[in-house]
């Protein structure tokens, strides 16, 4: 590789600061947002540059995404080769790579770039795994220096010394300490795992590289001299020392694998019923005529580790900017619960998770964060408006690409039923009424007890349950008016079959709601009778209005 110039000063500090323009094919109006933890400033425009709004928001503000950012490992890919031109004098390395030295290799170390594709979940303010994809790519960078020993030519021996070859023999990425893949030398080199084992897993990824330096050591000796004390005969030797050095570098990860199961049914009216559980946290899953959206958001920033680079050499060190920014996206909580979308198409039955508490974000980046504690799914029931019952259920996940896809015949089907509440006046007194719930399933007109499932009878605000044959009689104050009843039934999906709700409502004797009621079925249709005869007669002029004109 090409030569690169080391000053010899001491370490300096050198200004750190994401990149100013989009490259790498990153689109412009996503680039500008994917540098949270920026230094960003007044939001008035005083302090911001001329540029696009976009380049603007970013620069005045962090900004959050609803779903990891395809963007990120596009600009990983292409920054990654970045590194800069290096040769055998000058080892480049982030400040605090884990430097190994030997007899002729000096400075010699691999960094892991990134790990793709990957989230930092921010679950709570003592869990926050690094989720990565079952297969991606580990990212990373390996250099080192050769010392040369000076030659030396005093005296009776002589020795002189040179550079043979030295390389980067391979690369490899061991899972756990067992080997993964292997590839070539490279002091940028990129390969890929696949995760065995469960979903939730911990994993320790390992880049390893070997070094490998030969060099030239010619010793010439002495073995004759003349009077004058000159050496008059030279013996020469040439040996080739070697040298090997392996080099590593580790990050714990943790296997994201998405994962769905549950229970479908439709209900009578053709709405869907869906409830999906899953083993990871999820970003939410689709629907039919909506969707339903979990409790994060996303942002992207800068691993701040290679803001600087160091060149050390025979000469010393010095700190430079790093050409090199790679990005981490991560997701945080933002919402305390899951919510549905469209709210007219999709409505939230139950939520089953854990209250959790939430996280808080670094002091440099500036977004909107939860206070109170989030409820952290694994589980969501739903009901939704379909034109057709979907054929799978999908789900997505916190790292991009990662979604759980089922199909809908694997969910446990559930058959929903209308059912029918009647109510009857069994007896009534001046102070009391008695009546009776019938509660039935309106299909099979088969008897509803809710003594032996979930859900109950309400009836004038009282809470009952009906027995065997679907019944329940009960004696209550009298009230003004009517007596009314309706039933709640339990989770369809907790005690099938399940069953729509159902309410009746009748009319005690001799009330003056009774009076209202006969008067206006009697006065309803007179009244429409009479504003018809009102039109004819203002249409045609045959001057029948009013009716009683002749009596």
């Given at each position: 590789m090409s030569a690169v110039l080391v000053a010899s000063t001491a370490a300096v500090p050198a200004v750190a600061h994401p990149p100013n323009s989009t490259d790498h094919g990153v689109p412009e109006e996503t680039f500008h947002k994917l540098w949270s933890g920026d230094q960003d400033g007044a939001t008035d425009g005083a302090n911001l540059s001329n540029g696009s709004a976009v380049k603007q928001l970013g620069e005045g503000t962090d900004v959050p995404f609803d779903s990891p950012p395809r963007a990120v490992e596009q600009w990983n890919r292409g920054d990654h080769q970045e590194f800069p031109a290096t040769n055998s004098s000058v080892s480049i390395h982030p400040p605090d790579a884990d430097l190994s030295s030997g007899q002729f290799i000096k400075e010699a170390y691999t960094e892991v770039f990134a790990v793709q594709p990957s989230t930092r979940a921010r679950l709570s303010p003592s869990r926050q795994p690094l989720y990565v994809a079952p297969d991606g790519t580990l990212r990373g960078t390996v250099d080192y220096r050769v010392a040369v020993p000076p030659d030396d030519t005093s005296g009776d021996r002589r020795v002189y010394w040179s550079l043979e070859s030295h390389q980067i023999e391979e690369t490899k990425l061991l899972v756990d300490g067992d080997e993964e893949t292997t590839a070539g030398g490279s002091h940028t080199p990129a390969l890929s795992y696949s995760l065995d084992g469960y979903a939730g897993e911990e994993h320790q990824l390992t880049l390893q590289a070997n070094i490998s330096v030969r060099l030239r050591k010619e010793v010439e000796t002495c073995t004759a001299h003349n009077d004058e004390g000159d050496c008059t005969n030279w013996e020469s030797s040439v040996s080739y020392p070697t040298e090997n050095v392996t080099v590593t570098d580790s990050i714990e990860v943790t296997k994201y694998d998405l994962a769905v199961a549950g229970f479908i049914a439709e209900y009578p009216n053709g709405d869907l019923g869906l409830v999906v559980?899953?083993?990871?946290?999820?970003?939410?899953?689709?629907?039919?005529?909506?969707?339903?959206?979990?409790?994060?958001?996303?942002?992207?920033?800068?691993?701040?580790?290679?803001?600087?680079?160091?060149?050390?050499s025979d000469d010393g060190q010095r700190t430079a900017h790093s050409p090199l920014h790679p990005l981490q996206v991560n997701a945080y909580p933002i919402e305390t619960g899951p919510t549905p979308s469209p709210r007219q198409n999709v409505t939230i039955l139950d939520v089953y998770g854990t209250s959790t508490?939430?996280?808080?974000?670094?002091?440099?980046?500036?977004?909107?964060?939860?206070?109170?504690?989030?409820?952290?799914?694994?589980?969501?029931?739903?009901?939704?408006?379909?034109?057709?019952?979907?054929?799978?259920?999908?789900?997505?996940?916190?790292?991009?690409?990662?979604?759980?896809?089922?199909?809908?015949?694997?969910?446990?089907?559930?058959?929903?039923?209308?059912?029918?509440?009647?109510?009857?006046?069994?007896?009534?007194?001046?102070?009391?009424?008695?009546v009776r719930v019938i509660l039935q399933n309106a299909n099979t007109g088969a008897p509803i007890n809710t003594n032996e499932r979930d859900g109950y009878v309400v009836v004038n605000g009282q809470r009952l349950n009906t027995t065997g044959n679907g019944t329940v009689t009960t004696t209550i104050e009298r009230p003004l008016g009517g007596?009314?009843?309706?039933?709640?039934?339990?989770?369809?999906?907790?005690?099938?079959?399940?069953?729509?709700?159902?309410?009746?409502t009748v009319l005690l004797q001799g009330s003056v709601l009774q009076i209202v009621s006969t008067l206006f079925r009697i006065g309803v249709p007179v009244s429409l009778f009479l504003l018809a005869v009102f039109f004819v007669d203002r249409i045609t002029g045959w001057r029948i209005w009013p009716p009683w004109r002749s009596l």
């Open positions: 559980y899953k083993n990871q946290p999820w970003l939410g899953y689709q629907l039919p005529n909506g969707d339903v959206r979990g409790v994060w958001r996303f942002y992207s920033a800068r691993d701040k580790d290679w803001d600087t680079l160091v060149y050390s508490s939430p996280p808080t974000l670094p002091s440099n980046v500036h977004l909107d964060v939860l206070t109170e504690p989030y409820t952290a799914s694994y589980g969501i029931a739903t009901r939704a408006t379909a034109d057709e019952q979907p054929e799978t259920v999908r789900a997505w996940g916190l790292v991009r690409g990662v979604e759980a896809e089922r199909p809908a015949d694997e969910f446990a089907r559930i058959q929903i039923y209308e059912s029918n509440l009647t109510l009857e006046v069994v007896n009534q007194t001046e102070d009391t009424v008695t007596v009314s009843a309706r039933y709640e039934p339990g989770h369809w999906w907790l005690n099938p079959p399940g069953y729509t709700g159902d309410s009746d």
